[in-house]
């Protein structure tokens, strides 16, 4: 009997690992559970810091993506018709004659301290952090081996941002992912042999941050000229799931070719609720989904912004609650100055966000999406739920009555924050909930408000 079974436990731990492996293709890629952590975490901080950062500007007028300081150099290009202001700009300031190339020298960087960062980070509530590795600008945070003297550590900081700043984050038991663009404006083998580019230049350095770094996230981007077999994106995620170092833990996203937006990826990406050119702001996803977009109009550290045009805490702080109320995630985006300094505007947003998440983590982080969120609620009132537990978080204090729809019985009702339990009713299938006297004194916080409604989701 013995001789039969260590075998028969053989075979099935072979089978097991045979299982576990997929193919170059986006039907077996597609089938790669997403990764509890991701699911769980929520919240998490962009990170949009290069040689953009050093002219920081863009108009504050017009549509989303003519905002993007991060996009300068490309809209220096005399073709692009959205440049005009960019080039008025550039040549009022700096003079025709300065090339773009000339700022990365002024991005020194003298005043980075990835230590803080990771404090402001921690302190935000956020769970996992996303830096620019690499934008479509091709400047490298890293000493890449494909971009000599057109990286952090060749020219300006002369530093390893990309180690830094990892290594700074996870002290603080927070994940690190990194945003690379697949594309490079000027990159000569790009315009001349995109085959030689991607064999060349993409997947060396794409594997090399991930050999090197060993991120949770892989963030691609700048994906909208090719297909994904143009890039080899197929390929490559073979490779992240099978045999990199991060092969159980990394999730991506779905900017791998022109067709796989919305399609494929362990999450799909909204960016300032647009899925391209079209609204997200009531579209229902299935699949696990992240909004990303900037704390005011652009990702990039922009000198034009003004207050008005930042989010205010509050408005912030509903959008977190209603990605995450309806199954997503939220990374929201800071732009460092070109010495390093996380601006004190951008700092205060994110430590308001953590002291709300402080009181309210509960009905956000490792929630699900509760099936009868959408059901004739009232207005003001977003859903989470945890186990039998439901969490009804009130985006505007009124101090009347509200009803929650679609259950019948809860076993206590308290808000978080606060001692005491709270007063409700029952009528039919619903549950009428009595909210507290409060003052300014006893009240548990700002801008958004959580009852937790215990036991009623039981058997649901």
């Not at 509890?36 to 108009?59: C, M, N, Q, R």
């Not at 981007?221 to 992240?240: C, K, T, V």
């Not at 008005?308 to 990374?331: F, M, P, Q």
Request: hydrophobic letters at 35%.
């Amino acid at each position: 009997m013995r001789k039969i079974i260590l075998p028969f436990i053989l075979w099935l731990c072979l089978s097991s690992l045979i299982a576990e492996n997929y193919d170059a293709n986006w039907k077996s890629l597609d089938k790669r559970p997403v990764p509890e952590w991701f699911l769980d975490a929520k919240f998490g901080i962009f990170v949009h810091w290069g040689v953009y950062s050093v002219p920081s500007w863009a108009p504050n007028t017009g549509d989303v993506y003519s905002k993007y300081a991060e996009w300068y150099w490309y809209r220096l290009n005399p073709e692009d018709k959205d440049g005009g202001l960019f080039r008025k700009h550039h040549k009022e300031t700096y003079g025709p004659n300065f090339k773009y190339q000339d700022f990365a020298g002024a991005f020194k960087a003298e005043m980075f301290d990835p230590s803080q960062w990771a404090d402001i980070f921690y302190n935000s509530g956020a769970k996992y952090v996303v830096l620019t590795s690499k934008h479509h600008e091709g400047f490298a945070l890293w000493p890449s081996a494909q971009s000599v003297n057109w990286n952090s550590v060749d020219i300006g900081p002369h530093r390893d941002i990309c180690k830094e700043l990892s290594d700074a984050v996870r002290q603080k038991g927070i994940r690190m992912g990194f945003y690379y663009s697949l594309y490079e404006w000027h990159h000569p083998l790009y315009h001349t042999d995109i085959h030689r580019y991607v064999d060349e230049h993409m997947l060396p350095q794409l594997k090399d941050l991930v050999v090197k770094y060993k991120p949770d996230v892989v963030w691609a981007d700048g994906e909208w000229e090719h297909p994904s077999r143009m890039w080899r994106s197929e390929e490559f995620l073979a490779w992240l799931y099978n045999e990199s170092p991060v092969s159980e833990t990394v999730v991506v996203n779905d900017r791998w070719g022109e067709e796989t937006r919305s399609k494929h990826g362990s999450f799909y990406t909204t960016e300032y609720d647009l899925i391209h050119d079209d609204d997200s702001k009531d579209a229902v996803f299935t699949h696990p989904w992240e909004e990303c977009r900037g704390i005011a109009g652009s990702f990039g550290y922009n000198r034009n912004e003004n207050l008005e045009d930042y989010s205010s805490t509050e408005e912030l702080i509903h959008i977190l609650i209603d990605k995450v109320s309806r199954g997503g995630n939220l990374l929201l985006n800071v732009g460092p100055t070109s010495d390093g300094r996380i601006p004190v505007i951008m700092q205060q947003r994110l430590a308001e966000i953590g002291a709300w998440l402080r009181v309210n983590g509960e009905a956000i982080y490792a929630t699900r999406k509760w099936k009868g969120s959408s059901d004739n609620q009232e207005p003001d009132v977003r859903f989470t739920r945890k186990g039998d537990d439901l969490y009804a978080i009130v985006t505007r204090w009124s101090g009347k009555p509200f009803t929650v729809k679609g259950i019948g019985k809860v076993q206590k009702v308290t808000m978080l924050g606060m001692d005491g339990e709270i007063q409700y009713s029952t009528d039919g299938d619903s549950i009428v909930i009595v909210p507290p006297r409060l003052d300014i004194l006893t009240m548990p916080c700002s801008y958004a408000w959580v009852y937790k409604l215990e036991g009623v989701l039981a058997g649901d």
